[in-house]
């Protein structure tokens, strides 16, 4: 792994070997379909091959390796070596020869601990330990004169850090007893794998407005070199673990089942779809009986009570889980399970506008305002007559029926226009699970299999008991099972299958128990079953209830198929494979289905020749209980979406060796894309032009070529040089595929704006047939570029000491035809007899606004990035500071933690 130092016959030298540390990764990016004659042609550059000293290394996603050169006293290289490594927790062995340059390597080896031991003749035995991960581990070896019934072990420095010297990724690769040891609110591994130089969680750029946000992922994304989500690929295991609704991670697994976490910042090889990777690598069994439970709590006993707040908000916090790890088959089979579980009970003072006992009468007398009739105004003097001592003459029946969603005031009304305040109940739960089986089957066969269910749930109430709280609710699964066949030190062959089902979906409460739309009276308003919640009502000045758009979200299903094979043939080592996914996805969006009604007292505004006065601006609760929005829409038609497609893949990559000192990473990868389609017949591209839809997706985008170069050149012992440039296509976010349903006539949206001479009441809004003409229309363009990254970086790494290292770059990428939204139909010109100067003349003077997806902006990114790695020793807890006394203080009153950790066997 590291600098190596003898510790057991310290009367013999040992000569600390420098560390070299390699990273070939697997792919399940984000890949098109079908195959061509294009992908043929990768597969036929897939037989190249090249000759001389091999000094490159295997490795696989979810796998690594050893390798190293073995060398004598004098310094000059032994071949015919015997290089056996051993797995200290489950017993597997390989053994190894090294060839005639003195060089080793053992590919495709589970992560984690191993002992190495070297024989051959004239020397003496040569035992040492080094921990494997999916990096690679460099262990060069010296041997000593003697005989081979002599042992001498080497330990490998603690705290010690290397050079990484055979590629040009920026990669961090944080350990299990880093994950369990950093600082980490809230515990989950994104915190820790976003450690690295430009690189964040998302929750840290607020984009809480975005699709995140709107879907509560923001936790699970990340922001790596300036890039969003679409352009990290999260994996679990090996095989693809993204929510394709938001691009975010599905499941994460906790701190505690997580063996390793691989960030590659910038530069990934040909074998991934993106140029930054997230790898995280679940535990497994081993011949020791090992396991551990714990529970994080908090409560409100040591918080002081917020300033608005009339209570104390309630505060449960139960972090709590366990795992086991066992051999079923000693040395063979064994098996691990980790459960993880969350109850977060909270309450959020919560300060409303709720109408007072007069208003709710229709009595605004103590409102300081004065009230117009609507039913009064007079299109001659162009005015209204006040209501006679500000009391309202009827209330709407919609709105009696409303105003039973309003609690009473529980204070007078403040300068702060509250008059209810209440702690609303918050919750955020889940409940994690996780199985693995690794199976030895032979020296050469190596199975594993992995299954993780995520159930959480998140939200909060409203003011309406059982009505308009929002919650967030994530049922994920994940599985995966690889097969590695090693054919000899040369080949090896890795076969994946996975498994990625997503329903993630933002829920309303009440969704679904009637029709809310029948049972207010609204006329016209048709939401699909599966659609139904109150309708959306705002107000102005006043607490506005119910979210026109939930529920929203999607059920995904993913099947992945790859197959990868490692070549090592003289100084290249070839890796080329192929990745095929077959996607459902199933989506659902709420847009107005409901209806969207908004009040803000125009109906009772004060008129002067037709004008609204600029003073008397009536009263949205007012206008409310009469029944006269200022403006109203309600969608009709299908917003249900089930979309079908298939991603398909080829890459070739090319680690060569050129000098002792100098590699190259060459490679090459294709992505097909046969972009989603709806089985059902909904799906379209509106055309402005022409007026009418084209059923079907968008063009399948057949040139997505992505090469990849870098090099890495070892300037001298301490100093690594490196750069690389790539490639990278990213695909459309899926939730965007609900603009490919919302067009007319699949979709109309009715609208309305209050005329004070003709007012309309609320339940008579729409007509059950209305025009198509001038319709507002959502669509994805015919011709949809994919994203692509041009991706570069340029760095210094420099050895400061054997547990310090430094690490100085540069990171820059340019983002083609990025997701934009622009009127497709937008006004150029002022229509004839227009003398208000707002363009009103449209290129199709038949069709409304068109709201389209065009993949059309432009993007860069430059940053310097610094690193600065310090391993402490292993005497030491972890990287985390030691608290101060104050520290130590505080986090006692916060949180209490119990945990075991037990080990057997």
Same mark, same amino acid.
Request: proline letters at 5%; hydrophobic letters at 35%; glycine letters at 8%.
């Given at each position: 792994?590291?600098?190596?130092?003898?510790?057991?016959?310290?009367?013999?030298?040992?000569?600390?070997?420098?560390?070299?540390?390699?990273?070939?990764?697997?792919?399940?990016?984000?890949?098109?379909?079908?195959?061509?004659?294009?992908?043929?042609?990768?597969?036929?550059?897939?037989?190249?091959?090249?000759?001389?000293?091999?000094?490159?290394?295997?490795?696989?996603?979810?796998?690594?390796?050893?390798?190293?050169?073995?060398?004598?006293?004098?310094?000059?290289?032994?071949?015919?070596?015997?290089?056996?490594?051993?797995?200290?927790?489950?017993?597997?062995?390989?053994?190894?020869?090294?060839?005639?340059?003195?060089?080793?390597?053992?590919?495709?080896?589970?992560?984690?601990?191993?002992?190495?031991?070297?024989?051959?003749?004239?020397?003496?035995?040569?035992?040492?330990?080094?921990?494997?991960?999916?990096?690679?581990?460099?262990?060069?070896?010296?041997?000593?004169?003697?005989?081979?019934?002599?042992?001498?072990?080497?330990?490998?420095?603690?705290?010690?850090?290397?050079?990484?010297? #055979?590629?040009?990724?920026?990669?961090?690769?944080?350990?299990?007893?880093?994950?369990? &040891?950093?600082?980490?609110?809230?515990?989950?591994?994104?915190?820790?794998?976003?450690?690295?130089?430009?690189?964040?969680?998302?929750?840290?750029?607020?984009?809480?407005?975005?699709?995140?946000?709107?879907? @509560?992922?923001?936790?699970?994304?990340?922001?790596?070199?300036?890039?969003?989500?679409?352009?990290?690929?999260?994996?679990?295991?090996?095989?693809?673990?993204?929510?394709?609704?938001?691009?975010?991670?599905?499941?994460?697994?906790?701190?505690?089942?997580?063996?390793?976490?691989?960030?590659?910042?910038?530069?990934?090889?040909?074998?991934?779809?993106?140029?930054?990777?997230? /790898?995280?690598?679940?535990?497994?069994?081993?011949?020791?009986?090992?396991?551990?439970?714990?529970?994080?709590?908090? /409560?409100?006993?040591?918080?002081?009570?917020?300033?608005?707040?009339?209570?104390?908000?309630?505060?449960?916090?139960?972090?709590?889980?366990?795992?086991?790890?066992?051999?079923?088959?000693?040395?063979?089979?064994?098996?691990?399970?980790?459960?993880?579980?969350?109850?977060?009970?909270?309450?959020?003072?919560?300060?409303?506008?709720?109408?007072?006992?007069?208003?709710?009468?229709?009595?605004?007398?103590?409102?300081?305002?004065?009230?117009?009739?609507?039913?009064?105004?007079?299109?001659?003097?162009?005015?209204?007559?006040?209501?006679?001592?500000?009391?309202?003459?009827?209330?709407?029946?919609?709105?009696?029926?409303?105003?039973?969603?309003?609690?009473?005031?529980?204070?007078?009304?403040?300068?702060?226009?509250?008059?209810?305040?209440?702690?609303?109940?918050?919750?955020?739960?889940?409940?994690?699970?996780?199985?693995?089986?690794?199976?030895?089957?032979?020296?050469?066969?190596?199975?594993?299999?992995?299954?993780?269910?995520?159930?959480?749930?998140?939200?909060?109430?409203?003011?309406?008991?059982?009505?308009?709280?929002?919650?967030?609710?994530?049922?994920?699964?994940?599985?995966?099972?690889?097969?590695?066949?090693?054919?000899?030190?040369?080949?090896?062959?890795?076969?994946?299958?996975?498994?990625?089902?997503?329903?993630?979906?933002?829920?309303?409460?009440?969704?679904?128990?009637? /029709?809310?739309?029948?049972?207010?009276?609204?006329?016209?308003?048709?939401?699909?079953?599966?659609?139904?919640?109150?309708?959306?009502? &705002?107000?102005?000045?006043?607490?506005?209830?119910?979210?026109?758009?939930?529920?929203?979200?999607?059920?995904?299903?993913?099947?992945?198929?790859? #197959?990868?094979?490692?070549?090592?043939?003289?100084?290249?080592?070839?890796?080329?494979?192929?990745?095929?996914?077959?996607?459902?996805? #199933?989506?659902?969006?709420?847009?107005?289905?409901?209806?969207?009604?908004? $009040?803000?007292?125009?109906?009772?505004?004060?008129?002067?020749?037709?004008?609204?006065?600029?003073?008397?601006?009536?009263?949205?609760?007012?206008?409310?209980?009469?029944?006269?929005?200022?403006?109203?829409?309600?969608?009709?038609?299908?917003?249900?979406?089930?979309?079908?497609?298939?991603? *398909?893949?080829?890459?070739?990559?090319?680690?060569?060796?050129?000098?002792?000192?100098?590699?190259?990473?060459? @490679?090459?990868?294709?992505?097909?894309?046969?972009?989603?389609?709806?089985?059902?017949?909904?799906?379209?591209?509106?055309?402005?032009?022409? /007026?009418?839809?084209?059923?079907?997706?968008?063009?399948?985008?057949?040139?997505?070529?992505?090469?990849?170069?870098?090099?890495?050149?070892?300037?001298?012992?301490?100093?690594?040089?490196?750069?690389?440039?790539?490639?990278?296509?990213?695909?459309?976010?899926?939730?965007?595929?609900?603009?490919?349903?919302?067009?007319?006539? &699949? $979709?109309?949206?009715?609208?309305?704006?209050?005329?004070?001479?003709?007012?309309?009441?609320?339940?008579?809004?729409?007509?059950?047939?209305?025009?198509?003409?001038?319709?507002?229309?959502?669509?994805?363009?015919?011709?949809?570029?994919?994203?692509?990254?041009?991706?570069?970086?340029?760095?210094?790494?420099?050895?400061?000491?054997?547990?310090?290292?430094?690490?100085?770059?540069?990171?820059?990428?340019?983002?083609?035809?990025?997701?934009?939204?622009?009127?497709?139909?937008?006004?150029?010109?002022?229509?004839?007899?227009?003398?208000?100067?707002?363009?009103?003349?449209?290129?199709?003077?038949? *069709?409304?606004?068109?709201?389209?997806?065009?993949?059309?902006?432009?993007?860069?990114?430059?940053?310097?990035?610094?690193?600065?790695?310090?391993?402490?020793?292993?005497?030491?807890?972890?990287?985390?500071?030691?608290?101060?006394?104050?520290?130590?203080?505080?986090?006692?009153?916060?949180?209490?933690?119990?945990?075991?950790?037990?080990?057997?066997?």
């Amino acid at each position: 792994m590291a600098h190596l130092r003898k510790t057991s016959a310290p009367s013999e030298s040992t000569k600390n070997g420098g560390t070299q540390r390699r990273d070939f990764t697997y792919s399940t990016g984000f890949l098109k379909t079908r195959f061509s004659r294009a992908v043929q042609t990768i597969l036929l550059l897939m037989i190249v091959a090249g000759v001389g000293p091999q000094k490159a290394t295997l490795a696989q996603t979810d796998l690594g390796f050893i390798s190293g050169t073995v060398r004598d006293a004098a310094d000059a290289v032994v071949p015919n070596c015997q290089i056996e490594v051993k797995n200290s927790r489950t017993a597997t062995t390989r053994t190894v020869t090294s060839d005639q340059n003195g060089y080793f390597n053992v590919p495709s080896l589970t992560v984690g601990p191993y002992t190495v031991s070297a024989t051959a003749p004239g020397f003496k035995h040569l035992v040492t330990n080094v921990d494997v991960t999916t990096n690679g581990t460099t262990a060069n070896l010296q041997l000593s004169v003697g005989n081979v019934q002599q042992e001498v072990t080497v330990t490998s420095e603690s705290g010690s850090v290397s050079l990484q010297t #055979d590629n040009h990724e920026l990669v961090t690769t944080v350990s299990p007893t880093q994950l369990v &040891n950093l600082p980490n609110n809230t515990r989950s591994i994104l915190n820790v794998a976003t450690l690295g130089p430009s690189s964040q969680q998302g929750t840290d750029v607020g984009v809480d407005g975005g699709d995140e946000g709107f879907y @509560g992922q923001t936790a699970n994304s990340v922001i790596i070199s300036g890039l969003g989500n679409a352009h990290t690929a999260f994996l679990q295991d090996g095989v693809d673990n993204t929510n394709l609704l938001t691009q975010t991670v599905n499941i994460l697994s906790s701190v505690e089942a997580t063996q390793e976490v691989t960030t590659i910042l910038n530069g990934a090889p040909a074998r991934f779809s993106q140029p930054s990777i997230i /790898n995280v690598i679940t535990k497994s069994g081993s011949n020791q009986i090992h396991g551990t439970a714990y529970d994080f709590l908090q /409560n409100d006993d040591f918080d002081a009570q917020n300033w608005f707040a009339t209570s104390k908000p309630a505060k449960r916090f139960n972090q709590f889980g366990g795992n086991i790890g066992a051999p079923l088959w000693k040395s063979k089979l064994f098996a691990f399970f980790d459960y993880s579980g969350l109850r977060s009970h909270t309450g959020v003072v919560n300060r409303d506008r709720v109408p007072t006992d007069a208003e709710r009468g229709g009595d605004f007398s103590a409102d300081n305002l004065t009230l117009y009739d609507p039913s009064t105004y007079d299109p001659i003097t162009g005015t209204s007559q006040p209501f006679a001592g500000n009391k309202l003459t009827s209330i709407s029946p919609f709105a009696q029926l409303w105003l039973k969603n309003y609690p009473e005031p529980n204070q007078a009304l403040d300068a702060s226009n509250v008059n209810y305040v209440v702690n609303l109940p918050q919750i955020s739960n889940y409940d994690e699970y996780l199985g693995r089986v690794d199976f030895n089957i032979s020296p050469r066969d190596l199975l594993f299999g992995t299954v993780a269910r995520l159930d959480s749930q998140a939200g909060q109430n409203s003011i309406t008991p059982g009505l308009f709280g929002i919650f967030i609710a994530l049922k994920g699964t994940n599985i995966s099972v690889a097969e590695t066949h090693v054919f000899n030190s040369n080949i090896v062959n890795v076969f994946k299958v996975g498994y990625n089902r997503s329903n993630l979906f933002r829920t309303q409460q009440g969704e679904g128990a009637l /029709n809310y739309a029948e049972a207010y009276g609204l006329e016209n308003v048709n939401p699909a079953p599966a659609q139904w919640t109150p309708p959306a009502i &705002n107000l102005t000045n006043y607490t506005s209830l119910g979210d026109p758009y939930s529920p929203q979200g999607a059920i995904q299903n993913r099947f992945q198929y790859t #197959d990868e094979v490692s070549w090592k043939l003289g100084n290249h080592t070839f890796v080329f494979g192929g990745d095929y996914v077959k996607t459902q996805f #199933d989506g659902n969006w709420v847009v107005g289905n409901n209806g969207i009604y908004n $009040f803000d007292g125009s109906a009772t505004s004060a008129y002067i020749n037709g004008v609204r006065s600029s003073t008397d601006q009536g009263n949205s609760f007012a206008d409310m209980e009469l029944g006269f929005p200022r403006t109203a829409n309600a969608a009709n038609g299908v917003t249900l979406g089930a979309f079908r497609g298939t991603d *398909v893949s080829g890459y070739v990559q090319d680690d060569w060796k050129v000098l002792p000192r100098l590699t190259f990473n060459i @490679g090459l990868r294709y992505d097909f894309d046969n972009p989603p389609n709806d089985k059902n017949g909904h799906g379209g591209q509106f055309d402005v032009a022409s /007026n009418r839809v084209i059923p079907g997706t968008w063009k399948t985008n057949y040139n997505d070529w992505a090469p990849r170069f870098g090099f890495s050149y070892q300037a001298n012992d301490r100093t690594v040089v490196r750069g690389g440039y790539g490639i990278y296509y990213a695909p459309i976010l899926y939730n965007n595929l609900q603009f490919q349903l919302l067009y007319s006539p &699949n $979709f109309v949206n009715q609208s309305y704006s209050f005329n004070v001479a003709t007012p309309v009441d609320i339940q008579d809004l729409f007509v059950p047939n209305p025009s198509l003409a001038g319709q507002q229309n959502y669509t994805l363009t015919k011709t949809l570029k994919d994203t692509s990254v041009q991706d570069w970086n340029f760095n210094i790494e420099r050895s400061l000491s054997n547990n310090t290292l430094l690490t100085l770059g540069y990171i820059g990428n340019v983002t083609r035809h990025q997701s934009a939204r622009a009127d497709l139909n937008q006004p150029f010109g002022l229509t004839p007899g227009n003398t208000s100067g707002i363009l009103d003349l449209r290129p199709n003077t038949n *069709v409304g606004t068109t709201d389209g997806q065009l993949n059309a902006v432009s993007a860069n990114y430059n940053a310097l990035a610094i690193k600065l790695e310090r391993h402490t020793p292993t005497a030491c807890s972890s990287w985390a500071p030691i608290p101060t006394r104050r520290q130590w203080i505080f986090w006692m009153a916060t949180m209490q933690t119990f945990k075991i950790s037990i080990t057997l066997g």
